[in-house]
Structures are given as C-alpha cells and as structure tokens.
C-alpha cells in the first residue's frame, strides 16, 4: 500500500499532481506522480511503505484544491473475466494489518465518459464483492439497517474501476475524505433559479460548512453581498436560505428574485461598491476577472470589517493554474496575518466549477481597531 490514488477533474491532472507532490515534500514524503492527460485521475507512488497512510491520514482533505476524492491503494490487474471478486478480495490483505475493518464500500470509476460506461458493471460488481467482504470480516454486515456511531468512524474502502480486467483497491479515512460517492455531491437543478451558477454556491455551501456549523453561520435575516449578481444564480441561494441580499451589478436581474422582498439590486461596478453598514454577513463574488484582482477586493473588504464570512471564485489562467491558486492563497494568508486578523480558510476546485476555484475565507478574529 505505496500509492495514492486521487480522483480531478478531467483536464485538471496536471493541477492534482502539482498538488499532492507539493504536499508530499511537507511531509517529507519522497514518490513520484503518474498521470495521463483527460483520464480523471492521478497516482502519486511513495517509495516507502507507510507513506501513503501518512499522508491521508495528516494532511487534511479540505486543504486539498484539486482533489475530490483520494485513497491509498494498490493495484489490481488481469482480473479473469469469471472471477473478479476474488483478487479484488485478496488485495484487501495488503492493508488488513492496519486496517482490519471498514465501515462501507464504494466501487467507483473516473469521472470521464470511458468511466461513466463502467458505473453499470460497478453496480453489479458491488453486490458479489460486498458479500464476500462482509464474509472475510473485512467490511461491516449493514443488512440490520443503521450501523452505529463508532463503526461509521471506520475506513471507508474504495475500488476504483479503470476497465472490467483493472482496479485500485485502497481505503480512505472517514475523517478525512469527500463524504460523496466519487468525490461528487449529486444536487438537483432548481426549477426557480434563473442560472446554472447557482449550483456552484449550493455546492460551496455543502462543502465549506459542516451540518453542525449551518445553524450558526447561515441564518435566515442574515445581510448578503453579491458582487457581480447578474441575473441572480447566487442570488436565488442567499434568498432560499432566508438571506437579505443587496445585488450588484450593471445587468438586469431576475423578477421573480426582485418579487421576493429580500433583494436591492444596486446597478454599480463591483469592484467599486461598498455598504453604507459595516453589517454584511455574506459576501459572494463570482466575477470574470483576473484571480490576483479579485483577491485583492476580497482582502479589501475583510481589512475593512465590512464582511466577516466570504465565497468567491478565481477564474484561473490556461496554464500553470496550481501555481495562480497558490500565489492568491498565499497573498490572503500574508495580509491577514499583517493585519493580526484570524480566519479560517479553504478552496476548492468544485464539481460545478469549470476554470475556476471557489474559496471560502471565514474571519473567526479581528483586531479592536479594525472592528466594526
């Protein structure tokens, strides 16, 4: 168990390589990445045993940009087409010392088109496996209905379907990994939100803050800030959840968000737009412009004190993209930390995102001077 598989978007390989490389060397991880452009995925080999477990397990996962998904895991090959179950069983031994039981089981395949044309065998493949695991004592019997607290805390383990004959057998913490089913939080189009943005920031809103935080940073009353609203994907979110929004942007936005009472659309430029109160919230920011520009707003805003919780996305450049997102999460890092600010932050390169990543910067401190 030497490897590290984490599931990209396609296209984005190269990113999640640069990515868990970065993070290897803080580690003081030695390895090297195997990619294949357009394939979904990234295989990162340490050259010692161990290494694969110690990074899943210590780097945190919401720190991870380009990752939806990751597992350490070893590879499986020439499975015969009448019996795929039993090395995919046997692999389990490889990590069954450290890792006697786990609490669920996700056959899974790439996010590509090849891989989508597998989900159906993974289907099929999952039942016979899953048995058989549950067989071995190596995976939970769940047939009685809820498993309990302690067990679902157990590793989840992963087979990643690359063809009917090849797969990676591997684990993931609980803990520590994308809750969804290949890394991919499955949300429903609303019939009433008047673009398909809006499910970048009902995604952002999943992923950036847990069950048990929604009720005390996202509360019906709250004051919102959209910049660049037009017409009002991002918007419809901040409504739905009982928010007070104040829309900006030169371009027309939706009726049926106006009808509701709890929009002000002011027709300015958002970069140039700033609140009358020092009471904002929320402060939401998808617009096409260049990554450092848009982070420089943000900071503004935050040093400021007009906002204390904020998402935005940076659209990032056509190459060397790790790179743009690193720089603009260092520059935020390096003011707030000039300016003696505290704050949480996290990015992520989204299911619903294309060219770009979504950041969430959450204030949690700041200084006498600067409050509002």
């Known amino acids: 168990m030497n490897c590290i598989v984490i599931y990209c978007r396609i296209g984005f390989e190269s990113d999640a390589a640069a990515e868990i490389t970065h993070q290897a060397a803080q580690q003081n991880v030695a390895g090297f990445v195997k990619t294949k452009p357009q394939s979904g995925f990234v295989i990162f080999q340490c050259f010692e045993e161990g290494h694969a477990d110690k990074i899943i397990k210590n780097v945190p996962f919401t720190q991870m940009v380009f990752a939806r998904q990751w597992f350490a895991a070893t590879l499986v090959e020439n499975m015969p087409d009448e019996d795929r179950v039993t090395p995919l069983v046997e692999a389990t031994e490889q990590f069954a010392a450290?890792?006697?039981?786990?609490?669920?089981?996700?056959?899974?395949?790439?996010?590509?088109?090849?891989?989508?044309?597998?989900?159906?065998?993974?289907?099929?493949?999952?039942?016979?496996?899953?048995?058989?695991?549950?067989?071995?004592?190596?995976?939970?019997?769940?047939?009685?209905?809820?498993?309990?607290?302690?067990?679902?805390?157990?590793?989840?383990m992963h087979v990643l379907l690359l063809s009917s004959s090849v797969a990676y057998v591997g684990y993931s913490h609980t803990n520590n990994n994308s809750a969804f089913f290949m890394g991919i939080p499955r949300l429903k189009m609303p019939g009433a939100a008047p673009s398909r943005s809006t499910l970048k920031l009902d995604e952002a809103f999943i992923f950036f803050v847990p069950d048990d935080e929604k009720e005390a940073r996202i509360k019906p009353s709250m004051n919102a800030v959209d910049l660049g609203a037009c017409p009002g994907g991002w918007t419809y979110q901040l409504v739905r959840r009982g928010m007070f929004v104040q829309a900006i942007d030169n371009g027309p936005m939706a009726e049926s968000l106006m009808d509701t009472g709890q929009v002000r659309h002011f027709t300015e430029d958002g970069f140039k737009f700033r609140p009358e109160k020092k009471n904002i919230d929320w402060l939401v920011c998808d617009m096409v412009e260049k990554p450092s520009k848009v982070t420089r707003l943000m900071l503004d805003w935050v040093v400021n004190g007009y906002v204390t919780e904020l998402i935005f996305n940076l659209k990032l450049p056509m190459k060397k993209r790790f790179d743009s997102v690193y720089?603009?999460?260092?520059?935020?890092?390096?003011?707030?930390?000039?300016?003696?600010?505290?704050?949480?932050?996290q990015a992520k390169h989204l299911y619903h995102d294309r060219e770009e990543i979504t950041v969430n910067l959450q204030v949690t401190d700041i200084p006498k001077h600067l409050k509002r």
């Open 98 to 156: 450290d890792i006697k039981l786990c609490s669920e089981l996700r056959v899974e395949t790439p996010d590509t088109n090849e891989g989508k044309e597998l989900l159906r065998f993974c289907k099929k493949l999952s039942v016979p496996l899953k048995h058989k695991l549950i067989k071995k004592n190596r995976l939970i019997d769940d047939k009685k209905g809820a498993i309990s607290n302690s067990a679902k805390k157990r590793p989840i």
């Open 327 to 345: 720089e603009n999460l260092s520059l935020i890092r390096t003011e707030l930390k000039k300016y003696g600010i505290e704050y949480k932050l």
